[in-house]
């Protein structure tokens, strides 16, 4: 909104009718450089020497990568496999393609110890993982290994920045970077050519590429928050995700009935100081015995509406709350947490 303007997009009717650019590519090369100019300026993510591809948001390059890293015509599928709590769309979009040559074998630490070093492995790891926002790391290592890394939140407004990113695959989505989910871009930075290659055609074969209106609106996007060197947003967005975790850590310690995940300030080298935590949800646990259902508890206590616990592999006594939405639904969400905790009863005398 502040910056209405320079991010604005007018496209005539008859502009951008092809299939494909001029160079016979279904991938903006003008975006392309802007994405490994923002990589370049955060500090998030190695990009030289690797290949980019895009997809419709990061959901179909998740799948893209799973059939690019699976063995072809193999008599043993790869078993994709994910850390509790993780993503659901990992299962829920492997299991629904039904490929013969990969399937979803659930939580990563079944793996750990499995010495059947001769079937595949592909990992996904997300960092700053969803719905817990923990910095997560590869569980599982080996040659019959292969991993996906989801760092849809590794942006300085989520989450401090060690070091950059250097997987073998990363996934990366504008709808963390600045917030149009509905634009669906996102990228894959991908380091070995025979993957990026499979990637390629997975998604010419699948959608003949990234809609050009979506890439023109995402150059455009790029442009306005490459404009200060990303500043603004960067800090704006971190300012307002560190108040938002704060006032809501605030509420919560004040409860015995609810607690959060713990997660700590780290050196950030976009910020170059110690940055404050303000991670995208709070993984909110209802701690009494019979609070087995927190979504549930929530709902009808408070009138309050999470995404419970199970949703993410995980028991349901945890629900995510997510902290990314209107600052008029934040200030909801806190003010009827405020009322739930106060009203909680304090410890009875005898």
């Known amino acids: 909104m502040q910056h209405a303007a320079s991010s604005a997009l007018v496209v005539a009717g008859w502009h951008r009718m092809s299939y494909k650019y001029s160079d016979n590519s279904f991938i903006s090369e003008e975006l392309e450089k802007h994405i490994r100019k923002v990589h370049s300026i955060v500090g998030n993510a190695c990009t030289d020497k690797r290949y980019i ?16 890293l699976s063995p072809d015509n193999s008599s043993s599928p790869a078993r994709v496999v994910a850390s509790i709590p993780f993503y659901p769309v990992y299962e829920l979009q492997t299991d629904i393609f039904r490929s013969v040559n990969f ?27 969803n719905p817990d926002g923990q910095l997560n790391k590869a569980v599982l290592h080996g040659s019959n290994v292969k991993t996906i890394h989801d760092h849809a ?36 930075i991908v380091k070995d050519e025979a993957i990026y290659q499979r990637m390629s055609t997975y998604l ?61 300030p780290k050196y950030c080298t976009y910020f170059q100081k110690i940055s404050g935590v303000s991670p995208a949800y709070g993984w909110l646990k209802c701690e009494k015995e ?48 405020n009322e739930l905790v106060s009203g909680e009863e304090g410890p009875k005398n005898m």
């Open 53 to 68: 591809v895009f997809g419709a948001g990061s959901t179909q390059l998740l799948n893209a990568a799973v059939h690019a």
């Open 103 to 129: 399937n979803f074998q659930g939580d990563t630490s079944l793996w750990k110890n499995n010495s059947d070093a001769g079937t595949e492995i592909i990992e996904f790891v997300t960092s700053p993982n």
């Open 153 to 188: 939140y590794y942006w300085p407004h989520f989450t401090a920045i060690p070091a950059p990113a250097d997987g073998d695959v990363m996934i990366f989505t504008l709808s963390k970077l600045t917030g149009h989910a509905g634009s669906r871009f996102g990228w894959a």
């Open 204 to 264: 010419a074969l699948n959608t003949m590429g990234v809609s050009r209106d979506s890439q023109l609106r995402s150059l455009k996007l790029l442009k306005a928050v490459l404009a200060g060197g990303g500043r603004d947003i960067f800090e704006f967005g971190h300012e307002t995700m560190k108040k938002r975790w704060e006032k809501l850590n605030k509420v919560i310690s004040m409860s015995k009935r609810f607690s959060l995940q713990k997660l700590a």
């Open 290 to 337: 019979e609070d087995k259902h927190c979504s549930a508890v929530l709902q009808a206590a408070a009138n309050i509406i999470g995404r419970e616990g199970s949703l993410f592999y995980a028991e349901d006594r945890y629900v995510r709350l997510s902290l990314i939405k209107s600052q008029d639904d934040f200030d909801l969400l806190l003010n009827k947490l």
